[in-house]
């Protein structure tokens, strides 16, 4: 008896956790070293159309509802950490604490990256460019849409 209500405990345990709070109506978006693709686990992050976006594990999913006519990014800094000439296949270590500039439509913010390595930040619709160490990407928001991008920071000196 004791073994089956641990096991039911387990469960209630899990379906309280933040990754099955993910669910209701958030995608889960993974960066494989080349591209965000569709996935749950270690590093994802949580989007839904005119919510402010979040990393999975970082506390209760919320919905945090965009402010009015504006859009969001979520900007992913990471160095390279395998790959390259020496080895086919890509992967990605996120550089938390990293200084990302925005500039576009008349703004230039700053901030820093999350323990994840994303930054993630609302902005009006519009072209922004998103820069970290001298490397652009340039993004384009629209209302109520969440942009997911990564910059590379560095790569692996031995490749």
């Known amino acids: 008896m004791w073994k089956?209500?641990?096991a039911f405990a387990l469960v209630a345990l899990l379906m309280c956790s933040t990754t099955w709070a993910e669910l209701p109506g958030f995608s889960s978006y993974i960066f494989d070293g080349s591209s965000f693709r569709?996935?749950?686990?270690?590093?994802?992050?949580?989007?839904?159309?005119?919510?402010?976006p979040q990393t999975a594990g970082a506390g209760d999913v919320r919905e945090d509802p965009l402010p009015a006519g504006t859009g969001a990014v979520a900007v992913l800094c990471y160095r390279q950490s395998s790959g390259g000439k020496?080895?086919?296949h890509a992967a990605a270590a996120?550089?938390?604490?990293?200084?990302?500039?925005v500039?576009?439509?008349g703004l230039i913010l700053a901030t820093r990256t999350n323990a994840g390595g994303y930054a993630i930040l609302a902005?009006?619709?519009g072209s922004y460019e998103v820069s970290i160490f001298g490397f652009t990407k340039r993004v384009v928001v629209?209302?109520?849409?969440?942009v997911l991008t990564s910059i590379r920071g560095s790569k692996r000196m031995v490749d």
């Open 86 to 88: 020496l080895k086919s």
């Open 38 to 52: 569709e996935a749950r686990g270690a590093g994802a992050i949580l989007v839904k159309d005119g919510m402010l």
């Open 123 to 125: 902005l009006p619709p």
């Open 94 to 101: 996120p550089m938390p604490g990293i200084a990302v500039t």
């Open 4 to 6: 089956l209500q641990g």
């Open 142 to 146: 629209d209302s109520g849409k969440t």
């Open 103 to 105: 500039r576009g439509s």
